[in-house]
């Protein structure tokens, strides 16, 4: 690649004190560091500037600009790229720049006149977008919302323009190298424990070429921060800042499950509020600020659930980023490991199989008096179930009846082919128990789910039928915090896009409709109506109903 440079040359205004200065640019994409190069040479500093490029397109762009190239190989990173290029560098301040952002011509002289002053250990800068789309306006404000307003104030920096003294930078350590989101925010901590302060000053200016302009990629993005980067800052600094002590207090999975929307919202009304008084036409973007920061809280609440392996991450990176552009895009559907593996993945669904048992208890309580032989229909039952839950025994016949036959080797359990909304194969009150766990919620719309009720009520001298509350903040199918009041648009875009906190992903927006119009979750009020004669049992979970137990014919009192 040929690469032309007509730079105008300024005249040069004597600093201060002549300090030599090291800038890096952790770069990944050759046109992008040339572009963010040009400006490097047309500064008003007057002492040596040294440019270090890391990252493949250094070797090229050495070829016709007097630059270091470091690291050929691709680094995933950019912690460690950062690391990698300050040990090659001799200048006495450090400035580090993202190679999508271009400076102004005073951006070193800026940044060496602000570090000069007593006690400032990091340096930040305004980053305010180069295009002015809509939703490249939304990204502006939702990633980097502390860095767009005129306000000078102390606070961790972003990366993408960070200028720290090289001695101050090695009594630290560096940026953390294993960290993939968050590694800047963790180095001004360390900063700031030292007794410096970070500061942000909106007067240094860099323009911020990301090129993410559409809702697709601002949602894309704040997900993929937010799974890869965890609370890991937020716990390590848990003593710095009452935001900081909040979120280390909701660091368990059921209680950032709850309190994640309410994050979002409270991050988002920050960022409006401080930028209010500068950009009046940020409240345009408020819906979509708030939207992204659900992603990247959503995207932290997998990686608590379960944390990602870095070197799966790395060698991924390696395919989809390989000749610098990412242009992959995954396309695995729901995994086929057997559920027992799951259930040592997953955190929710081993909480999930001590619900069921303790649901079963009840349902075993409930069924302790009748007379034996008892004959058990089980609508949408397994064998698998039926052995965890320990219930199989002598004089007693349970019915598996599914939409497919399925293979059953116990000799008390039988398997039938058939539809919950029309049993017509079993008589009037054949069985003495009918049980459902789960299914009548997918058995279509409201009047496919009263078909369902009116066969369970005539096939059953007693039933018991469990489904979850619609009004339980986590949607239990997708485990995600409200998912059910979305509309329905929305939760095709999340499903066919997204990887599921259980660990699947739908591969289609087709796959994403079919499975969504499978779902339709119940009411207390909608139960009563479909059960008139029954009685509810509410199952609690952090003092809120998570589902609902009907149950007929044992009695009008519940067995506690």
């Not at 003294?165 to 960290?179: C, E």
């Not at 704040?222 to 207090?249: A, E, V, W």
Request: proline share 6%; charged share 20%; hydrophobic share 40%.
């Amino acid at each position: 690649m040929c690469i032309e440079v007509d730079t105008l040359v300024v005249e040069k205004q004597p600093c201060e004190a002549a300090t030599k200065v090291s800038v890096i640019i952790p770069a990944s994409r050759l046109y992008k560091a040339a572009q963010a190069l040009l400006p490097l040479y047309n500064q008003s500093y007057s002492a040596e500037i040294e440019i270090i490029v890391v990252g493949p397109p250094g070797v090229e762009l050495a070829r016709y600009w007097p630059v270091i190239a470091v690291h050929p190989e691709p680094i995933y990173e950019p912690g460690r790229a950062r690391n990698i290029g300050a040990a090659q560098a001799t200048g006495e301040i450090l400035l580090f720049l993202d190679d999508d952002m271009l400076v102004t011509q005073h951006w070193v002289e800026q940044n060496v006149r602000e570090l000069q002053r007593p006690g400032i250990g990091v340096v930040g800068a305004r980053m305010p977008g180069r295009s002015r789309s809509f939703f490249a306006r939304c990204v502006d404000f939702t990633n980097c919302g502390y860095y767009q307003h005129g306000y000078g104030m102390d606070y961790p920096v972003g990366a993408g323009s960070l200028g720290i003294h090289r001695s101050l930078f090695q009594m630290v350590g560096g940026f953390d190298a294993m960290q993939r989101s968050g590694e800047d925010i963790d180095l001004c901590h360390r900063v700031q424990k030292l007794g410096y302060r970070s500061v942000y000053r909106p007067d240094i200016l860099v323009i911020h070429d990301h090129q993410n302009t559409t809702l697709s990629r601002l949602l894309r993005y704040n997900y993929k921060h937010g799974r890869i980067g965890g609370l890991t800052t937020k716990i390590q600094h848990c003593n710095i800042g009452l935001k900081n002590r909040l979120l280390y207090s909701v660091r368990f999975p059921p209680l950032f499950l709850l309190a994640f929307p309410i994050i979002a919202l409270l991050a988002a009304i920050q960022i409006i509020a401080i930028n209010m008084h500068d950009h009046k036409n940020v409240l345009l973007y408020a819906p979509f600020i708030v939207l992204g920061k659900l992603f990247y809280e959503f995207g932290i609440l997998v990686h608590l659930l379960k944390p990602p392996d870095p070197l799966q991450i790395s060698i991924k990176d390696l395919w989809r980023k390989r000749n610098y552009a990412d242009k992959g895009k995954p396309t695995t559907g729901k995994p086929a490991a057997p559920e027992c593996e799951l259930e040592k993945q997953n955190w929710w669904r081993r909480l999930q199989t001590r619900i069921r048992k303790k649901r079963f208890t009840f349902f075993k309580k409930l069924v302790a008096s009748l007379p034996r032989p008892l004959a058990i229909l089980d609508v949408g039952g397994t064998q698998e179930f039926w052995e965890k839950m320990e219930f199989i025994c002598d004089g007693m016949e349970v019915v598996l009846y599914n939409l497919f036959p399925i293979i059953t080797t116990h000799p008390g359990l039988s398997s039938k082919q058939g539809d919950a909304r029309d049993m017509h194969e079993f008589g009037d009150r054949m069985f003495d128990v009918v049980f459902s766990n789960s299914v009548i919620e997918h058995v279509g719309a409201y009047e496919q789910q009263r078909q369902m009720a009116e066969e369970v009520r005539r096939v059953g001298k007693k039933y018991c039928i469990q489904t979850p509350n619609r009004y339980f903040p986590i949607e239990p199918h997708v485990l995600l915090p409200f998912f059910q009041f979305l509309p329905f648009g929305l939760q095709v875009f999340i499903l066919s896009h997204f990887k599921s906190p259980w660990g699947w992903k739908l591969s289609s927006k087709q796959e994403a409709i079919d499975y969504l119009r499978g779902i339709r979750l119940l009411t207390e009020k909608e139960l009563k109506s479909l059960f008139p004669e029954a009685s509810i049992h509410k199952e609690k979970f952090l003092g809120m109903t998570k589902s609902f137990l009907v149950y007929c014919g044992s009695g009008t009192a519940s067995p506690e």
